[in-house]
């Protein structure tokens, strides 16, 4: 059996087993998922071989990030079109923004910034988002339940969350096992007095697209940038700043994929 196991910050993850590549080139993808706060973290990559432990490597998003934006690899690449280096490379440096924006707001090794300390400036860019979220609250009466929020993880891996209070739990039963999120079966999870229904992983492409949770009869659309809209809205006392550069760094970070990954 090969396994491969990753350390960093105070997380541990492990392959096993290691996938072959799709592509045919007869290498083993081993994936460790980090949050964007993480991207300065040295991550230790260890390989296991029939319980024997063959050789371990340190490496970084930073780094591998760092190495893209070189003059070497730029004089090296050649993509063109939506995969030009120019793209390439608006995605870099939009993901390094992104990330030390969520190290600021997360305290998550704040020393070290994955952009350097240099964060791009959108005082004058334009923020213009099209709302794509359903009436949350429509209809609800006969599952049972009632609306209370959305919020959109962004320490972790990027999730949507949708939460209800269970207000008739015979009619709740009744449904819940039909209840799908992005046409997956998804089960709730409680917190507190709530539970919520989460759709987790969503990739950078794709913080513009509206995931559909069903719920009895109803369908209810939400992309991770209405809750991006929902933040830069508020004013005053309900404003977060750090939340806020945070998030208009997610939405430029969401602009730069999908020109890069257009094709």
């Known amino acids: 059996m090969q396994t491969v196991s990753f350390a960093w910050f105070d997380k541990t993850s492990t392959v096993e087993p290691?996938?072959?590549?799709?592509?045919?080139?007869?290498?083993?993808i081993a994936t460790c998922r980090i949050a964007p706060a993480e991207m300065t973290y040295a991550i230790t990559a260890t390989l296991t071989i029939g319980g024997e432990e063959k050789m371990t490597d340190t490496y970084s998003a930073k780094q591998y990030a760092d190495d893209i934006l070189s003059a070497e690899y730029a004089a090296t690449y050649t993509g063109t079109g939506?995969?030009?280096?120019a793209n390439l490379k608006a995605l870099v440096e939009t993901m390094l923004d992104y990330g030390s924006r969520a190290q600021v707001r997360f305290n998550r090794?704040?020393?070290?910034?994955?952009?350097g300390g240099s964060y791009i400036d959108h005082t004058d860019d334009p923020v213009s988002i099209?709302?794509?979220?359903?009436?949350?609250?429509?209809g609800l009466e006969t599952c049972g339940l009632a609306y209370t929020g959305t919020t959109v993880v962004l320490l972790t891996q990027t999730s949507i969350r949708h939460y209800y209070t269970i207000t008739n739990q015979a009619a709740f039963?009744?449904?819940q096992d039909s209840v799908t999120f992005n046409g997956a079966p998804v089960s709730y999870t409680e917190k507190d007095e709530e539970i919520y229904f989460e759709l987790k992983n969503i990739p950078a492409s794709q913080l513009d697209t509206p995931y559909t949770l069903h719920i009895g009869d109803g369908d209810y659309d939400y992309?991770?940038?209405d809750y991006?809209?929902?933040?830069l809205a508020k004013t005053g006392e309900q404003a977060n700043p750090k939340t806020q550069a945070l998030?208009?760094?997610m939405y430029y970070y969401n602009k730069a994929a999908n020109a890069y990954f257009a094709d």
């Not at 996938?19 to 290498?27: E, F, Q, R």
């Not at 099209?130 to 429509?138: H, V, W």
């Open 228 to 231: 991006v809209s929902s933040c």
């Open 247 to 249: 998030v208009t760094a």
């Open 109 to 115: 090794n704040p020393d070290d910034l994955a952009n």
């Open 18 to 28: 290691l996938a072959l590549d799709p592509n045919g080139k007869g290498y083993y």
């Open 223 to 225: 992309a991770v940038l």
């Open 82 to 85: 939506a995969k030009s280096y």
């Open 130 to 138: 099209t709302p794509t979220g359903s009436d949350m609250a429509e």
């Open 173 to 175: 039963d009744l449904i």
